[in-house]
């Protein structure tokens, strides 16, 4: 069984276009992140979300907004696809507490090339 | 803001030990966590400090010193397989939400 799945695994578009990613956890987790890894693998936080609140990084562009219409999906949008946001995404879920929060389980990733 | 830093590239030999450092600046502290990753992969937890000391997990060890910021992972015994990149991640105090190093990359010559 798949703790943490992402799909599509792979995404190529055209700059300016809309796509979205799509994150699902089975671990019973509170918690969801997105993470985008560059090609330099530094993992920087996007976004944060639980049933109480979302956290966002706020170096994220506005163009990229989470979606979740349950607490098992965290799905990934992002609007006007520009050459920077190429990298690999990376859904994530942990418990919601200190010690919990550090015991992260990642999807996949999904590797975006924007053209 | 937090911030961390550690090597970005060690090599060693296989069956060795090797150490990958970790110091960090942050407001508040709740623990250190390391993650492997495999060129490809995803992220994958590895072990978690939250106070002064050594954890062992087979070959993988993990120590803190929160009055010195720091910390490492240890791996005795070197297989082929540890090459990989391995991030440092703390948890500054009040929020549970990690921040990761820049990662070392980790070479395993045979």
């Known amino acids: 069984d798949t703790a943490v799945s992402q799909t599509p695994k792979y995404l190529v578009t055209q700059m300016g276009n809309d796509k979205s990613i799509k994150c699902e956890q089975n671990l019973g987790h509170d918690t969801m992140y997105w993470y985008k890894q560059d090609s330099k693998k530094f993992l920087k936080i996007m976004f944060s979300?639980?049933?109480?609140?979302?956290?966002i990084n706020e170096t994220v562009p506005n163009r990229f907004s989470p979606k979740s219409p349950d607490k098992a999906h965290l799905n990934l949008h992002i609007n006007s696809l520009e050459l920077g946001d190429s990298a690999v995404y990376f859904c994530a879920s942990s418990q919601d507490s200190s010690s919990g929060g550090a015991l992260q389980y990642f999807g996949p990733g999904t590797r975006l090339t924007v053209l | 803001g937090q911030s961390l830093e550690q090597p970005s590239e060690v090599t060693a030999v296989e069956g060795a030990i090797v150490q990958i450092n970790c110091t960090y600046q942050t407001s508040g502290f709740y623990g250190l966590s390391w993650y492997q990753q495999h060129d490809g992969g995803a992220p994958t937890f590895l072990s978690y400090n939250a106070l002064d000391g050594l954890e062992e997990t087979g070959r993988f060890s993990s120590f803190l010193s929160r009055s010195d910021s720091y910390g490492y992972l240890l791996l005795q015994e070197l297989q082929m397989k540890d090459s990989a990149s391995y991030f440092c991640a703390v948890q500054p105090g009040g929020s549970y939400i990690p921040t990761f190093g820049r990662g070392t990359s980790l070479i395993v010559h045979p």
């Open positions: 979300y639980n049933n109480k609140e979302l956290i």
